[in-house]
């Protein structure tokens, strides 16, 4: 970030620009709404965004598949392009930058010592870990390597997407790539973990926009994830829900269920377990989310969520196998060989009881027929 | 794996194990007992005295007449919470999610909110039938830990259940986890506990009725 713009304040740079005090205002309030903030907590955040200086943001992008960016860039509310040019400063993406090469890399050094202390890492993508993490590297470095040193001088670190929060499809198992998420390589910075395959554009920029105002790392859940945007499962907020409490279910994506709307909750949905604003937030500018397309939720803003069986298998069957759920076949097996084990043990100690019974009553015989004798 | 992954996984699978093997051991075991020859004259044909089996597997079923005023008030209690056990088994659309995943077969599901009152009826009447057992001098002597045991583990697994239809008291996930894993304490238990008068109790009303019918006795 250029010196004269790190010394600018927000509200400097948005006057220079020509925003309006109303329009910041506006915007403001959108997002504080999108937080649950109270109504005045919109007008005190666009003032204390204008006195506040732009921080600096370095994004790092490992194992993924650019699903969370292509999101982050699809935000409506705020877009990403206020984001960028309003409230903060994107000192470095390897994606979105124009710069590559040692320019892109010297770009990130330059922040990282302009900002230390100050600078905020959004991180997307777990980080590979096995055989000394030679499987994702950029500029001759690994991403572990690249990772510790970027996150030496943050004030805080986000994590955009399952991925970089738990791990997501790369820890998956087998896990060949040893994949983990940032919090168990980084112990000593705070991390705000914004989940989801890929996360909710909104709940993105809000939680940057969060720390950006207050300065510090929003309330969070168990999993670090921010309690305004992950606070209720999609379950509780699901206009489906109301089938749910009739025990009215789609067995299937084409029967008279399904087209009535009715719950997904025997088609595999997850949203019963699974904490995220899809449902009230929603996708691509609040037009809907996948359970209003008709599918199931996939859990995919949850730990681990494409190792805990088949995403259509209602939640409450069993699990059996690698990502495998319990099928009448696989019952009507591990019940067979249960039962006709159980049966092979009965007989076998009933006919041990027998032979035990009748050589007994041999000896009792021939006692007798002795003593007669 | 977290908790809910271990109750529908490992821990249901294990549990359901021991259940087939357990209750096939339990079955085959006393469909193999010795039997005393019956040495007197059969009074019925054998057709006839299987038929007089049949009938006092239903018969033995209905309160007798003359006991009804002793009998009465516990035979209501007992009917009315293993029915509502079955409703809440059957038709619940979570658990006939779960039996189709088990036999292929599933059917319509009652209303959640209905279910779950039918629920807290079933536990309250099994509160009444405990607290009868331990007013009862007789019953309460009669009874041993596998009584107590058996109530116990059906009755979590009802109260686990109700939390989690109801979210009541913990997140979700670790409500259902809880209720899956004393659903799977029970399936463990059952076939060496008392539980396992399901499996028992008609084929041995069955066979008595034969057994008698058999002699000539009016069953």
Redesign the interface.
């Known amino acids: 970030m250029p010196e004269y713009q790190a010394r600018q304040t927000i509200g400097e740079l948005l006057d220079r620009q020509g925003i309006s005090r109303r329009a910041f205002i506006k915007y403001c309030t959108a997002m504080a709404s999108l937080m649950a903030l109270p109504p005045l907590a919109g007008r005190a955040m666009a003032e204390q965004l204008r006195a506040a200086r732009r921080p600096s943001v370095i994004y790092l992008s490992f194992q993924e598949c650019t699903g969370c960016l292509e999101s982050l860039t699809r935000s409506f509310s705020p877009s990403i392009e206020n984001m960028i040019f309003n409230v903060i400063s994107l000192d470095y993406d390897d994606t979105l930058m124009a710069a590559a090469g040692h320019r892109a890399e010297a770009a990130r050094d330059q922040a990282m010592k302009a900002n230390y202390g100050k600078y905020l890492v959004v991180v997307d993508g777990s980080v590979p870990t096995a055989d000394g993490g030679i499987y994702n590297c950029a500029a001759g470095r690994t991403a572990v390597d690249i990772l510790t040193e970027t996150a030496k001088g943050a004030a805080a670190i986000v994590c955009v997407g399952t991925c970089s929060s738990f791990g997501g499809i790369p820890f998956a198992d087998p896990n060949p790539t040893g994949a983990r998420p940032v919090s168990d390589l980084i112990g000593d910075k705070p991390i705000i973990n914004v989940s989801g395959c890929p996360p909710i554009p909104e709940v993105i920029t809000g939680t940057l926009l969060q720390f950006v105002t207050t300065g510090q790392v929003p309330d969070l859940d168990e999993h670090r994830r921010p309690k305004v945007f992950f606070g209720n499962?999609i379950?509780?907020r699901c206009y489906r829900r109301p089938f749910?409490?009739?025990?009215?279910?789609a067995?299937t994506f084409d029967d008279e269920g399904a087209r009535n709307g009715w719950?997904l909750?025997?088609l595999g949905c997850k949203g019963?377990?699974t904490y995220n604003a899809c449902a009230t937030t929603k996708w691509n500018g609040g037009t809907s989310f996948p359970i209003e397309s008709g599918h199931p939720c996939l859990g995919c803003s949850e730990?681990?969520f494409w190792?805990?069986?088949s995403f259509y298998?209602?939640?409450?069957?069993?699990?059996?196998g690698r990502a495998g759920?319990?099928?009448?076949r696989d019952?009507a097996k591990?019940?067979?060989?249960?039962?006709?084990?159980?049966?092979a043990?009965?007989?076998g100690?009933?006919a041990l009881a027998?032979h035990r019974?009748k050589v007994r009553m041999t000896d009792i015989q021939t006692a007798d027929t002795q003593k007669e004798e | 794996?977290?908790l809910?992954?271990f109750a529908?996984?490992p821990a249901?699978?294990f549990a359901?194990?021991?259940?087939?093997?357990?209750?096939?051991?339990?079955?085959?075991?006393v469909f193999?007992?010795?039997h005393e020859r019956t040495l007197s004259e059969p009074r019925h044909p054998v057709f006839r005295a299987l038929m007089g089996g049949l009938l006092a597997a239903g018969s033995r079923s209905a309160p007798h007449r003359e006991f009804i005023r002793r009998t009465g008030y516990s035979e209501a209690l007992g009917y009315s919470y293993h029915i509502g056990l079955f409703v809440v088994v059957l038709?619940?659309?979570?658990?006939?999610?779960?039996l189709?995943?088990?036999?292929?077969v599933?059917w319509?599901?009652?209303?959640?909110?209905?279910?779950t009152v039918i629920a807290a009826l079933t536990l309250t009447l099994m509160l009444a039938v405990l607290l009868r057992r331990l007013t009862h001098r007789v019953l309460r002597l009669l009874s041993n830990f596998d009584d107590y045991f058996s109530w116990f583990i059906t009755a979590l697994v009802i109260v686990t259940g109700l939390m989690a239809s109801t979210?009541f008291g913990a997140p979700?996930?670790q409500l259902?986890a809880w209720h899956?894993l004393s659903f799977d304490a029970l399936l463990v238990w059952f076939p060496f506990g008392k539980l396992m008068h399901a499996f028992y109790i008609f084929p041995s009303r069955a066979i008595n009725g034969y057994a008698l019918a058999r002699k000539g006795a009016s069953v």
Request: net charge positive; glycine share 10%; proline share 6%.
């Open positions: 499962t379950h509780d749910f409490d009739q025990g009215k279910f067995k719950c909750f025997e019963p377990t730990p681990g190792d805990k069986g298998a209602a939640l409450s069957t069993g699990t059996f759920n319990l099928t009448p019952a591990l019940g067979g060989a249960a039962a006709a084990t159980g049966i043990v009965a007989a100690a009933t027998r019974r | 794996m977290d809910l992954q529908r996984g249901l699978k359901l194990i021991v259940f087939c093997f357990g209750v096939l051991w339990r079955l085959t075991a193999l007992l010795r038709a619940f659309g979570p658990h006939i999610a779960f189709k995943s088990l036999f292929g599933s319509p599901a009652l209303p959640n909110n209905l279910v979210h979700y996930e259902l899956i």
